[in-house]
């Protein structure tokens, strides 16, 4: 069994800084895919950004580009995202996932992915 567990959001003014880290755990974690995603209030999960387990390729989205880095160090297991600039559109829940071999569909789709984080909340005020 994969387990992710988020830590690093809290409470930020805006233009400030975050970084979120993601550990993974469980028999044979080793060689995944990682990504963050995120979900405010009221909206559907959307893709932030996504790294591939070796790190040769990353993908974000426009609106985070320039401000937010996704990184992973495999030998710890983890996958960071480092946010910078932060703005109150940022605010909401940032979830960790995980996928292992052949992708089955688009980085951005939530299904690509096997095993979720349980979230960890980035509050950011005006």
């Known amino acids: 069994q994969v387990q992710l567990v988020e830590s690093g959001g809290g409470l930020v003014q805006a233009g400030g800084s975050l970084r979120l880290s993601c550990a993974g755990s469980?028999?044979?974690?080793?060689?995944?895919?990682m990504a963050w995603f995120r979900q405010a209030p009221g909206k559907e999960r959307a893709f932030v950004a996504a790294?591939?387990?070796?790190?040769?390729?990353?993908y974000s989205v426009d609106s985070v580009k320039g401000r937010f880095t996704i990184s992973i160090d495999n030998a710890k297991n983890t996958v960071y995202l480092q946010m910078n600039s932060l703005k109150p559109d940022d605010t909401a829940v940032y979830y960790c996932?995980?996928?292992?071999?052949?992708?089955?569909?688009?980085?951005?789709?939530?299904?690509?992915?096997?095993?979720w984080g349980q979230g960890t909340q980035v509050t950011v005020s005006s």
């Open positions: 996932s995980a996928f292992q071999g052949v992708r089955r569909g688009p980085w951005q789709v939530p299904g690509t992915y096997d095993y």
């Open positions: 469980g028999r044979s974690f080793s060689n995944y895919n």
């Open positions: 790294i591939t387990w070796s790190a040769i390729s990353t």
